[in-house]
């Protein structure tokens, strides 16, 4: 007796209409929906900006962010990178 089982059909690869498509949208809109483990973007830079983070540092933030560094951490080599030493990071004596 055979059993009856219908073909799985992969969803592995996209197809050209589809790929195509989603090269078509604009850069800046997929920019701005990236979506790291604090949250979407969106808020972290607004959130960011009031505790006083410039665009530039912003910028590298999100670079940091994408590389997959959690925030605190990006934060920390942002200000590395820029050459000041935040708060948080300065050692007690």
């Known amino acids: 007796m055979k059993s009856s089982r219908s073909a799985y059909v992969s969803k ?3 197809s050209t209409v589809s790929a195509s498509t989603n090269n078509n949208n604009n850069t800046q ?3 701005s929906k ?3 483990a604090e949250g979407q973007w969106q808020m ?3 959130m960011l900006e009031r505790h006083g983070w410039s665009q ?3 910028e590298i933030m999100r670079e940091q962010l994408r590389q ?4 605190s951490i990006a934060k920390q080599n942002v200000a590395s990178i820029i050459g000041y030493c935040p ?3 300065r050692a007690t004596a």
């Open 12 to 14: 592995r690869f996209t």
């Open 29 to 31: 809109t997929k920019r």
């Open 34 to 36: 990236d979506m790291f």
């Open 44 to 46: 972290i830079k607004a």
């Open 56 to 58: 530039s540092e912003l």
């Open 68 to 71: 997959g560094w959690p925030l």
């Open 87 to 89: 708060i948080s990071s």
